[in-house]
């Protein structure tokens, strides 16, 4: 069992930044690939970026490519999302998830625990 609780959201200006954390419980962090997604009201939620469980690889969604970097500390049980060039429509809750082992990073389904989010507000 992992237990995944993101902070650091909140709100900023369009063109600021902001570094997204997720504090994973457990000592087996590191047997996890991470990913961040989001979710805007009213639409689906949608992949952000991906790490693999060494931190040698990752991957980010079209939209973010970039702007926004994804990093994690083992030592820490951390996955950390920096936000660069923030723009209104990045406005939306995000999540940290992790992974026994995805096929694809960006497919939610794949994902086996969930934080509960945090609210990130780009204002223009």
């Known amino acids: 069992q992992v237990q995944l609780v993101e902070s650091g959201g909140g709100l900023v200006q369009a063109g600021g930044s902001l570094r997204l954390s997720c504090a994973a419980s457990?000592?087996?962090?590191?047997?996890?690939?991470m990913g961040w997604f989001r979710q805007a009201p009213g639409q689906e939620r949608e992949f952000v970026a991906a790490?693999?469980?060494?931190?040698?690889?990752?991957y980010s969604g079209d939209s973010v490519m970039g702007r926004f970097t994804i990093s994690r500390d083992n030592a820490k049980n951390t996955v950390y999302l920096q936000l660069n060039s923030l723009k209104p429509e990045d406005t939306a809750v995000y999540y940290c998830?992790?992974?026994?082992?995805?096929?694809?990073?960006?497919?939610?389904?794949?994902?086996?625990?969930w934080g509960q989010g945090t609210q990130v507000t780009v204002s223009s």
């Open positions: 998830a992790a992974s026994r082992n995805y096929q694809s990073p960006g497919a939610a389904h794949e994902y086996d625990y």
């Open positions: 457990g000592r087996t962090f590191s047997s996890y690939a």
């Open positions: 790490i693999s469980r060494g931190g040698t690889r990752t």
